[in-house]
C-alpha cells in the first residue's frame, strides 16, 4: 500500500531564517505531488504542483519554492521565512483514472 | 470548477447515521464529486467520490441526485472518531496535476 511521509511534524523558526520540508511517497511510482498551505481556521491553499522529476507548477507568488529531484520526493523551500508564512502545511499525492488526492500528516511551522 | 455550498456544522448522535449535504447547482458533465475529511490537527483523508452513479466503501455511502445538483455523504454509523471538517468539493477528475478547492466545509459534531 502507498504511504506518504513528511517531516518534521513541527517546526518553530525565526523571520528571516530558511526553511526545507520534505516529504516522501511510497508504494508508487510516479505520482503527483502537491504542497498546500492551511492557515488557523481557514481552507487549504494549493502552492505548488509536479507532474513528474523537475517539473514545478506555482499556483501562487510568494517567497516559497519547491523542488522535485527525485520521483517520489517533493520538498518546499524559502530563504527567508516571514511571519505570514506560519501555518499548517500539507504535502499531497495522486495517481489514478480520478485523480483523487491523499495527504500527508502535514507540517505545522510557526515563524516568530 | 463548480462551487459548493455546504452547511456550517451539523450534529450527530453516536450510533446513528450521518447525512451530510453538498449542493453544487452549477455541476458541468465531466466534474466529479469527492468528499474529503480533516479532523482537527491531522492532514485531509479521501472518503470517496463519484461522477452520477451512487457509491460505497467501507466508510461511507454517497448519494447524488439525478441532475446531480446536489449530493449526500452518509457516515451509516457515526462514532467519536468522526467527528471532523467535511469537505464537498466539485471539479473534472482525471485532471493531473490540479488542484483541489477545499471551502469552509461542515463541521460535523458526533456527541455521545
Known amino acids: 500500500s502507498q504511504t506518504i511521509h513528511q517531516w518534521p511534524a513541527t517546526l518553530v523558526q525565526p523571520v528571516g531564517s530558511p526553511l526545507s520540508l520534505e516529504c516522501t511517497v511510497e508504494?508508487?511510482?510516479?505520482?503527483?505531488l502537491y504542497w498546500y498551505r492551511q492557515a488557523a481556521g481557514r481552507g487549504l491553499q494549493l502552492l505548488f504542483y509536479?507532474?513528474?522529476?523537475?517539473?514545478i507548477s506555482s499556483e501562487v507568488p510568494q517567497n516559497l519554492s519547491a523542488s522535485r529531484p527525485q520521483d517520489r520526493q517533493f520538498i518546499l523551500s524559502s530563504k527567508k521565512l516571514l511571519l505570514s508564512d506560519s501555518g499548517f502545511y500539507l504535502c499531497a499525492w495522486s495517481k489514478g483514472p480520478h485523480n483523487e488526492q491523499f495527504f500527508g500528516p502535514g507540517t505545522r511551522l510557526t515563524v516568530l | 470548477d463548480a462551487k459548493t455550498t455546504q452547511p456550517t456544522s451539523m450534529d450527530c448522535a453516536e450510533g446513528r447515521a450521518a447525512n451530510l449535504p453538498c449542493n453544487h447547482s452549477t455541476i458541468s458533465g465531466n466534474e466529479y464529486v469527492y468528499w474529503y475529511r480533516q479532523i482537527h490537527s491531522q492532514g485531509p483523508q479521501y472518503i470517496i467520490h463519484?461522477?452520477?452513479n451512487n457509491e460505497t466503501n467501507e466508510m461511507a455511502s454517497l448519494i447524488i441526485t439525478e441532475d446531480r445538483k446536489s449530493s449526500t455523504l452518509i457516515l451509516p454509523h457515526a462514532t467519536l472518531r468522526d467527528t471532523a471538517v467535511y469537505y464537498c468539493i466539485v471539479r473534472v477528475g482525471p485532471t493531473y496535476g490540479q488542484n483541489f478547492v477545499f471551502g469552509p466545509g461542515t463541521r460535523l459534531s458526533v456527541l455521545p
Open positions: 463519484g461522477l452520477k
Open positions: 508504494g508508487t511510482s510516479n505520482p503527483n
Open positions: 509536479s507532474v513528474g522529476i523537475g517539473q
